[in-house]
């Protein structure tokens, strides 16, 4: 196996590792936000969404509806767990930019279809960007490796 590692990768690398550290801490802000029927303002973090804190809530719909969303914000931990440990996993290879890439997709698509567009707090507007950085850190990992293959191919010739 053709070992790469250069300044560059290492710095991607750890910046991968507090990026996914960063969005799990962005899951203890208000995640999730709305009216209930009194007009009042309330909001959930996502820990309180997986851990179905739903007894605080009178209205039968808004509870129904914080029920479903409970079970299924469990991913707003998956992805950036699994994030992380590829990243700080994987020394050498490219499979830390791969699943960088693809967590951050899957964290955005997840975010947008379980909160909503009108119901996003600053917490989960914080992990979008972060989602979006991750992405973005990923791709230059992956172009830092291209380069640093075209480099040494040039060398030998």
Same mark, same amino acid.
């Given at each position: $196996?053709?070992?790469?590692?250069?300044?560059?990768?290492?710095?991607?690398? =750890?910046?991968?590792? *507090?990026? /996914?550290?960063?969005?799990?801490?962005?899951?203890? /802000?208000?995640?999730?936000?709305?009216? %209930?029927?009194?007009? &009042?303002? /309330?909001?959930?973090?996502?820990?309180? $969404?997986?851990?179905? *804190?739903?007894?605080?809530?009178? %209205?039968?719909?808004?509870?129904?509806?914080?029920?479903?969303?409970?079970?299924?914000?469990? *991913?707003? !931990?998956?992805?950036?767990?699994?994030?992380?440990? !590829?990243? =700080?996993?994987? &020394?050498? #290879?490219?499979? &830390? %930019?791969?699943?960088?890439?693809?967590?951050?997709?899957?964290? +955005? $698509?997840?975010? +947008?279809? =379980?909160?909503?567009?009108? /119901?996003?707090? =600053?917490?989960?507007?914080?992990?979008?960007?972060?989602?979006?950085?991750?992405?973005? +850190?990923?791709?230059?990992? $992956?172009?830092? #490796?291209?380069? *640093?293959?075209?480099?040494?191919?040039?060398?030998? &010739?």
């Amino acid at each position: $196996m053709l070992k790469i590692v250069n300044k560059t990768t290492k710095k991607l690398r =750890i910046a991968l590792v *507090v990026l /996914f550290l960063l969005i799990l801490m962005a899951n203890s /802000f208000p995640f999730f936000q709305g009216l %209930n029927s009194d007009g &009042k303002l /309330f909001y959930y973090t996502a820990i309180d $969404m997986f851990l179905e *804190v739903t007894s605080i809530v009178e %209205n039968q719909a808004q509870q129904n509806a914080l029920m479903a969303v409970s079970w299924s914000s469990i *991913v707003f !931990f998956i992805f950036p767990i699994v994030g992380f440990f !590829f990243a =700080i996993l994987d &020394k050498e #290879r490219n499979l &830390k %930019n791969v699943a960088g890439i693809i967590c951050s997709i899957a964290g +955005v $698509m997840a975010i +947008v279809y =379980i909160v909503g567009p009108e /119901f996003l707090s =600053i917490g989960s507007l914080i992990a979008l960007l972060l989602y979006f950085a991750t992405f973005l +850190v990923s791709v230059f990992g $992956m172009l830092a #490796r291209y380069l *640093v293959n075209n480099d040494e191919s040039e060398e030998k &010739k």
